[in-house]
Each structure stands twice: as structure tokens, then as C-alpha cells.
């Protein structure tokens, strides 16, 4: 029995009147209630939908059917002597009828003093503001590991071809953060295709994971080459990311280290803050999912919350994953006066997550400046850590501009010097616009790239760091209060 089970149990002796669990695994849902009813006895468990009407209860089967209040009054109607749990299916739907509505309001009073329990399932919902209080919302978790287990074992037992330990172990970690209807579609396929379940699945479980995250308005998963060895500079970022990756080892929870979490990246356009996104999912061999904030707070309100339930629970079944948040400032730096609270509430929900979070969901979130970012994410323990991506000092200049130019022309060694020097205040996307330029040059007279062509791009671009000085400047020092660890060894040299 699990806590979850635990949590519903108390809920229902104590005579919740309208509980909704929020799941779309309608299913799974119905097998826990049979469950709880059977641990609870004598409560039963009685099942209604639109088409069937009531099942579960002798001589009163197929009452309610296509009349959705009949089966509220059936259970207004019904003694103490038994006290049953109603699982009303696909009830939303009906929930925006005033009758309904208003009888729901109704039961929500009368069964406090009665044993009995309407249960609605659904996912993302938001239902009318009337019934807010009337409902008592439980939250069910997407299959945990040991449910999982024990759902593979018992598909292959059935196959004939019982799983052995190792397979067993990898698949249930694959299939992390799938829903059991997933699961089970996955196996079937399996199972049709092979005969039976075995580590050929894996991929496919992959697959359907990748597919999951498809399906999402929110997220989008990327593909991406670029490695941590394509960024220049930012040496003492590196060298830590370099440390968190081996912290993600079996080796390293025996050890007794948490999980990583996550890492914030703080600084002006152009440093490299999304390449390092990039970069660690590669070099992690991780999905990376982008999430797109301004899509979360698309729509209706009250939409956005749910959605970022549902986002939530989309990256945990992509784990062990990087999930980004880009431009994290622009999202949740929201006016909380503009727009009735909803960044803040949603915020609050994904700080929760964060901190509470048990999966391998590696959280990279990248802002150009820190004036509109909340404290509460400012605070040490959201992140593991938080780096200032300062505008690249010269031997990072030069690292920069190597590669770059050894990407697009491999063998060319150029004297830097003089390019190093005039490009300061550059950032790293400017560096690679300058060698870009400088290639244009060269190339319109159908000639090698040279040093010259270099000097003359950089000379012509005019860094946004000339206009933007004071604004990089209050990060430093925002930075140097120890708020934020320098992403460069040598800035922390200057610094010190
Ligand atoms: P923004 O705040 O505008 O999103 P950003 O910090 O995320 O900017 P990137 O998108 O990572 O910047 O940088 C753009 C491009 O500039 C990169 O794809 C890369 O080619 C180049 N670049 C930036 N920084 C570096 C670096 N440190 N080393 C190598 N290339 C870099």
C-alpha cells in the first residue's frame, strides 16, 4: 500500500463528499478505487458513465443511463447502511449545467453526515468557479517505480517469457513517467512484433516517450550536436558541470549524494547561455526539452496552472532529461497586478517542483538579467548553483574566435592578436559574427580568410555591450556579492 493510497483512504473515512482526482488514467483510477473499497469495506464501489449508466450495485444496474442527474439523486437518496464510493465518469463535461452544478453543491453539504463519496476523474480541468470550494482535489502520480515493476512483470509472466533481472530493471527505468495505458500499448506492440518483452523495447519506449513530449503545446524537444568542447571559455562552468554529470551514477547514490537539480545561467545576449543548455544534454546523452514560458501563460486563465501540471509531469517522463527553461525572466517576471497573480502562482508551483523533486530532470534555466526574477528563485537550494555569464575576457576571446574559425575552416591558424584586442566587449555570438563577416569578405574576392578581413569585421560591428554597459554592470556587482559564481576562472581571479 502506498501513500498515496494512504492519502485516499483518510479522505474517504473521512467523509469527503465530492473528491477529484485529478489523473487522465481513468483506468488506473478505477483499480485503486476497487481497492480502497475493498480495504474500507463495507463501502463498495459503484461506476457510472453516460452510456452504461450505474454499474456495481445489484438490481440497480444501468440506472442514470444519458441522465447524469438521476445518478445525484440515486446517491442523495441512499441510506447509511451503504456507504459507497461513485466514480462519476467524464462528469466535467456535465458540470457547467446549473442543475448539475447546483446539485453537486447540494451533496457536497448532505453526504458530510452520510458515508458516501462522488469521485470525478479527469485531467486538466478547470471546473466552475461555483464548485471550487465544494472539491477536494487529489493528485495522482503518474506510475511509480515498484508499480511499474510489478505492471512489467506481470505482461511478460503472461507472455510466457518472464523478464530477467537486468531487462526487468531497465525497462522500468525507461518506462519512468509513462501512464500505464502507455505502458501497456507499448508492451502489446511488443508483444505482437517479438512475442515477447526483452531489450529490444527499449527503444521504442524511447520513442514513446519522445512522442509524449510531441503532443505538448509547452515543450519541444530538441535535437542538438553542439558538445561542451564548442564552447570557448567559461572554464570554471565546465569543470563544474563536468563534476554534477558523474553525480547523476549509482556510484554516487551509494556514495549519499542528492541528484543534481539544476542550474541557473545569468547573463547579457550572445554568451553562450543556451549553448550550454545544448551542450550538456549532449554531453549527458540526456533528451533536452526546451520549454517555452510564453506559451504556458497562453489562453485562458487558470489554463496555465494545469498546463504546467501537465508540463511537469511530461518532463518526469522524459527523465532521466535536461529540461530548459529559456528566458526564465521573461516568464515569471510577470506584474502579479497585470495578470490576477497567475505567474506567481505558477511560479510557486514550479518552485515546489523543484524542491521536491526526485527525478533525474536536470533543470538549465537561462535570463539575461535579474532585476525581474523573483527573489524565491534567487534563493540558494532552487539551484545547485547560479553562474554569471560575463562578456568574454581576451584569452577567452581567442578560444572563441579558434573555434569558430577551425569549425569553418579546418587547418587555417591565423595571428589573433590584433582581432583579440579590438574586439573587446564582444560577446561570444558577436565573435562568431565577426568570423562570419570576415569570411564574407574573403570570399567575394575568392581569396583565403585573413587576418586583415577579421580586423576589418570586427571594426564594423559595434558590440551591444557599448549600449547596454550599465545594465552588465549591475549584474556584476549583483553577481559579486557573492548572489552568483563567475562562469570564468579568470573573472573570479579579477574579482578576487
Ligand atoms: P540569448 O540571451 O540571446 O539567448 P545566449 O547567451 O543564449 O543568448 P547563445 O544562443 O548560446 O547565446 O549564443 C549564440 C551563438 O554564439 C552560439 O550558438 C555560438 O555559436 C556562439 N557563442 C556564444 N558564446 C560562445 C562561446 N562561449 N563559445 C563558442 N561560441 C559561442
Not at 26 to 52: H, M, N, T, Y
Not at 140 to 158: D, F, G, H, S, V
Not at 255 to 281: C, D, H, N, Y
Not at 439 to 461: K, P
Amino acid at each position: 500500500m502506498t501513500s498515496w493510497d494512504n492519502h485516499l483512504d483518510l479522505l474517504i473515512r473521512a467523509r469527503t463528499p465530492l473528491l477529484w482526482i485529478r489523473s487522465s488514467e481513468e483506468e488506473r483510477v478505477e483499480v485503486l478505487l476497487e481497492q480502497a473499497a475493498k480495504r474500507l469495506q463495507p463501502r463498495r464501489l459503484a461506476s457510472w458513465d453516460f452510456i452504461g449508466g450505474l454499474k456495481g450495485v445489484l438490481n440497480e444496474e444501468g440506472l442514470g443511463a444519458r441522465q447524469p442527474m438521476a445518478v445525484l439523486q440515486w446517491l442523495q437518496q441512499l441510506d447509511a447502511s451503504s456507504p459507497t464510493l461513485l466514480l462519476v465518469k467524464d462528469f466535467y463535461h456535465f458540470c457547467e449545467d446549473a442543475g448539475i452544478a447546483r446539485m453537486l453543491r447540494n451533496l457536497s453539504v448532505h453526504l458530510r453526515h452520510q458515508p458516501h463519496t462522488v469521485v470525478l476523474c479527469s485531467g486538466p480541468w478547470t471546473p466552475p468557479s461555483d464548485l471550487d470550494d465544494s472539491l477536494t482535489i487529489l493528485d495522482l502520480p503518474l506510475p511509480q517505480e515498484p508499480e511499474l515493476r510489478t505492471l512489467l512483470e506481470n505482461i511478460a509472466q503472461a507472455s510466457g517469457s518472464p523478464l530477467s533481472a537486468d531487462v526487468l530493471e531497465e525497462l522500468t527505468h525507461a518506462c519512468s513517467g509513462l501512464s500505464e495505458m502507455r505502458v501497456r500499448q507499448v508492451a502489446a506492440r511488443a508483444l505482437a512484433q517479438r512475442g515477447k518483452l526483452g531489450w529490444a523495447d527499449l527503444a521504442e519506449v524511447l520513442e514513446e516517450k519522445r512522442q509524449t513530449v510531441a503532443r505538448s503545446e509547452v515543450l519541444e524537444y530538441c535535437v542538438t550536436e553542439a558538445s561542451l568542447a564548442d564552447i570557448g571559455g567559461l572554464d570554471s562552468l565546465k569543470g563544474w558541470l563536468e563534476q554534477r554529470h558523474q553525480a547523476f551514477s549509482d556510484e554516487a547514490r551509494h556514495f549519499g549524494l542528492p541528484l543534481p537539480r539544476g542550474v541557473l545561467l545569468i547573463g547579457p545576449q550572445g554568451t553562450g547561455k543556451s549553448l550550454t543548455a545544448k551542450a550538456i544534454a549532449h554531453n549527458w546523452s540526456m533528451p533536452l526539452l526546451r520549454l517555452d514560458v510564453g506559451r504556458l501563460f497562453a489562453g485562458l486563465v487558470g489554463a496555465s496552472e494545469a498546463r504546467t501540471r501537465e508540463t511537469i509531469q511530461r518532463a518526469e517522463a522524459m527523465s532521466p532529461c535536461v529540461l530548459w527553461i529559456d528566458e526564465i525572466d521573461k516568464g515569471f517576471g510577470g506584474d502579479a497586478r497585470s495578470d490576477g497573480g497567475t505567474s506567481q502562482r505558477v511560479l510557486a508551483n514550479v518552485l515546489t517542483w523543484m524542491a521536491e523533486k526526485t527525478s533525474a530532470v536536470f533543470v538549465v534555466a537561462t535570463a539575461n538579467g535579474v532585476e525581474r526574477l523573483p527573489g524565491e528563485l534567487l534563493r540558494k537550494g532552487r539551484f545547485d548553483e547560479i553562474f554569471l555569464l560575463d562578456l568574454p575576457f581576451s584569452e577567452e576571446r581567442r578560444n572563441i574566435l579558434e573555434l569558430h574559425i577551425q569549425r569553418r575552416r579546418p587547418n587555417l591558424n591565423l595571428p589573433l592578436g590584433a582581432v583579440i584586442d579590438r574586439s573587446e566587449g564582444f560577446s561570444g555570438a558577436e565573435l562568431e559574427q565577426t568570423v562570419i563577416e570576415a569570411m564574407h569578405l574573403a570570399f567575394a574576392e575568392r581569396r583565403e580568410l585573413g587576418e586583415s578581413d577579421l580586423i576589418l569585421a570586427a571594426s564594423q560591428l559595434v558590440p551591444l555591450s557599448r549600449t547596454a554597459r550599465e545594465q552588465l554592470n549591475a549584474l556584476k556587482e549583483w553577481a559579486a556579492s557573492g548572489r552568483a559564481r563567475a562562469a570564468s576562472s579568470v573573472a573570479s581571479n579579477l574579482a578576487g
